[in-house]
């Protein structure tokens, strides 16, 4: 009942002479739908679309008598109205804005600026899922339209069910705090560069500004090499390394329950789960030593907790690469600049592409082919450099003999926050034999 509702409006019909003067008086007196097209009734006469609720008695007179004198003047409900112009090419802020008000209007509710601001400004689709960001919808007036609201919003934005956004929880896990509001389940799907993940986005983090680490990664080549991914989530490095980098084996950390369900399973249906163990649990109690030839620590604002592991896992006879992520604050400027000892041309980021395909152009290969960046800012430097410093050390004290290290790349991963960079430092690490 409710849903064909929705599927009809009021419409002003009237003969066609009188239409152009009709649309005149309706558009001034903001009770024309621009959402719907005006039709034409197999009787000749022509409808015009208004917004449901609005229209009076004394607005009929008045058409009647002052607009269009000698016109006749009925109401008529159009099923299925057709979009107008106007509603296919407007934005999908606009059609939101343009839907969520004429269906408010419809229940009573008089529409105002503060419900126009309080419309979600940004969301991210995954999917039939969308995810709207967590400012929106605050006012108390929605409270009386809720759960039928969200109906109105899903079908304006295209989707079949929607979630809101709350802060990442400071808990570790990182959980998102995100609720949803349309549908039964929280698992949505996405593919990225090949790899397949699946997911419940209110209980597992995915952040699409780390494609560009992704991409980095799966270019990385690591045929034969055994990996160790300290904070795996639901596989965002993991797979990409066993799949395009060509990892012979990942030892997999995570302690969420819930990514490492989704971990599982995108592990099996991109097809390299028998290359994979997962390791449950708080990596800092992890039982495995001398065993990677390469560590990811993909924990933001700082996983130095993990340093400690990571240098107890590398191998002890050759050593490894340590992929250490990190939020830095800068105030140096707004664009990094390329290293001192470079001769590159300058470059803005994020620009994943290009420093991933920059070899032989601004960047530099290491032995193992690795891309050196070609952009950085001081802070990135002066905390590769004391991270380096660090990490020499731990080697030392874990290992008992000393250990060279190297800064091989440092390179951007997203803007975080207003001065702040999520960054990944690469550092080689051998054992002095
Ligand atoms: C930022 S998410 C991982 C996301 C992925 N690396 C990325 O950047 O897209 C960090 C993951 O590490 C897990 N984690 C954090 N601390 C951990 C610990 N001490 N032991 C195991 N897992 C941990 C969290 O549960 C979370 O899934």
Redesign the pocket.
Known sequence: MERECEKSVVAVVTEPRFTQRYRDYLEKQKLLDRLHRAEKLRDGTVALPVLAGTLSEQHLQELRNRVAPGSTCTLTQLLDPLPSKKALVCSPAQRLCLEVRRWVEGRGVTWSAELEADLPRSWQRHGDLMLLSEDCFQATQWKSLEPELWETVASALGVQRLARRGRVLPD???TPSVTLLLGDHGWVEHMDNGIRYEFDITR??F?FG?IT?KLRVASLACAGEVLVD????IG??TIPFLVHAGAAFVHA????PH?VVALRKNLEINGVADRCQIHF????KLKLSNTADRVNL???PSSE??WPIACQVLRKDVGGILHI?QNVESFSGKNPQPPRSSNTEKEHWPHPQKIADKRGNGTTGNVRGEVVSSVSKPEWQRWAESAETQITSLLHQVHGRVWRTRILHVHPVKSYAPHVDHIVLDLECRPVL
């Open positions: 570790g896990a990182r597992c983090m952040s780390n680490e300290l904070y795996a989530g965002y490095f950390c995570e302690w969420n990514a649990g708080d990596n800092r993909g924990l933001i907790e993990g992520h």
